[in-house]
């Protein structure tokens, strides 16, 4: 079983910075490309950044600048930092993760964590 975990949401005020960590646990081998999306209250969910498993990252154009996504392969980690946060990036963050599990390749994703940004 493979869990994708997210972590690091919370209530911050504009201008503020979070990191969100999206963690994979399980029987995996390793994680290939992940990437972040966010689902504000009435809208679609979009894709805000993503990672390669070589570290080629791409970031969207409403948040280029004040996002910055890594990874820690030795952990199973992928880090999203937000800094100079606004309240249009009030959102449910979720991570989506292609996993390896032993020589099956997955797709996976985690439950969500909740940003809020006060204005």
């Known amino acids: 079983q493979v869990q994708l975990v997210e972590s690091g949401g919370g209530l911050v005020q504009a201008g503020g910075s979070l990191r969100l960590s999206c963690a994979a646990s399980g029987n995996i081998f390793s994680m290939n490309g992940v990437d972040w999306y966010r689902q504000a209250p009435g809208k679609q969910r979009e894709l805000v950044a993503g990672?390669?498993?070589?570290?080629?990252?791409n970031t969207a154009d409403s948040v280029k600048g004040r996002f910055t996504i890594s990874r820690d392969n030795a952990k199973n980690t992928v880090y999203l930092q937000m800094n100079s946060l606004k309240p249009e990036d009030t959102a449910v963050y979720y991570c989506?993760?292609?996993?390896?599990?032993?020589?099956?390749?997955?797709?996976?994703w985690g439950q969500g964590t909740q940003v809020t940004v006060s204005s």
């Open positions: 990672i390669t498993r070589g570290g080629s990252t």
């Open positions: 989506n993760a292609d996993v390896w599990v032993g020589a099956r390749l997955s797709n996976y």
